[in-house]
């Protein structure tokens, strides 16, 4: 009797099978077929398991995304500064030397004022007494000395024909100097109490807008202390921001040749986000450096005509980039931040064959510059001409199999 063992042909990557006869011997032994059969069966399973092995792998899945080629091109973007408004003239409107009971509020809330317009009048009952006191002492004084000058003029006029005795005539010259400084002190205290009846009506200092009274009518303000008010200037109107050091030598040229600079150079984001109709221009730069945070203050003006801009408003200064080198500029979409860096995926031709991808994601670390809109610059990790992936990064790592959908260009645009 003969069985068929099945081998192996050859060992080729069509992995053909061969039939072989095996000649059973000693059939007629006890048991024989048993032998025979778990021997067969035996044969069988290894060449399954072998069969197993040799199956071919499953093709890895590819995940669908999108590309956009990185090209440097020429744009137009601006700096941003985070920036505060502040009054190039601002004053706080505190009574000087006289004090009492707050009688007169003569300017509104909020409204504009000009330089020597009454604001506030303080109790001037007792500054106006001690005037009239004053006055009156210079005039009783001045009596004096018109007396005591025609005394002294008589004992001038006999002394020079030895009428009149020595003494006499010494005690009238000192009498009218003694009259002459009494009055000369009676004019200080009258101009002494001038000044503090004058004190006691408060006027605006210059043209501007004042505040919200901090001050009623009947309120007690002490000398010195008190703060009724605050008025600044309107127009123009300082905007001021911080700068980075290594900036701040390019901001001294810009100040240097302010004349020169384009009106376009400094502009003006409001916090509504909209753009200030006029443009700035660079006023001062601060006298150092802080040394905690190595930045330094820069100062800008802009026309405020319009009373648009109010102090305190956090702004957004904008500089125009003088750089006029091409960037490399990406959708900000495919920018992935991991703990406090920046990452883009790259896409990557692999080894190819028929059961691998021909595509998979390459993680680059990048270092961004200015955001513009919703792109952002790359000042490094990628070259001109990859391909980032800009969809469907939520959906891979590092080495992730890609396939490409539609590939999108850089265009040459206007950043603003």
Known sequence: ???F????AKLTGNNQWGLFPIKIISEKRTGSMNRVTKYIVSITAGMTFFSCKQKPPDKQESIPVNLYTVESRDVKYYDQY???TQALNQVDIIPANVQGYVTGI?????????????????????YQAAYDQAAANVKAAEDNQLQQQQDADRYVYLNQYHAVAKQAYDHAVIALETAKSQTKAAQETLKTAKANLGFSRIYAPFDGTIGFSAVKLGTVVVAGQTVLNTISTNDPIAVDFLVNEKQMLAFERFKDDNKAMP???FTLQLPDNSLYPFPGKIAAIDRAVD???GTIRVRLVFPNSRNMLKVGMSCVVR????????QMVVPGKAVVEQMGEYFLYVAKDTVINSNTP???AVQRKVHLGQTIGGDVIVLSGVNDGDHIIVDGIQSIHDGSAVSTGNKKSGKHKDMR
């Open 1 to 3: 009797m003969h069985y």
């Open 263 to 265: 009106d376009s150079l």
């Open 291 to 293: 040394p905690q945070t």
């Open 358 to 360: 021909s595509l998979h």
């Open 5 to 8: 063992r099945r081998f192996p």
């Open 106 to 126: 003569f300017a509104p809330d909020g409204s504009q004022v000009h330089k020597g317009q009454l604001l506030y009048e303080i109790d001037k009952r007792i």
């Open 319 to 326: 500089v125009r980039n003088q750089d006029n080198t091409p």
């Open 82 to 84: 985070p920036s505060t």
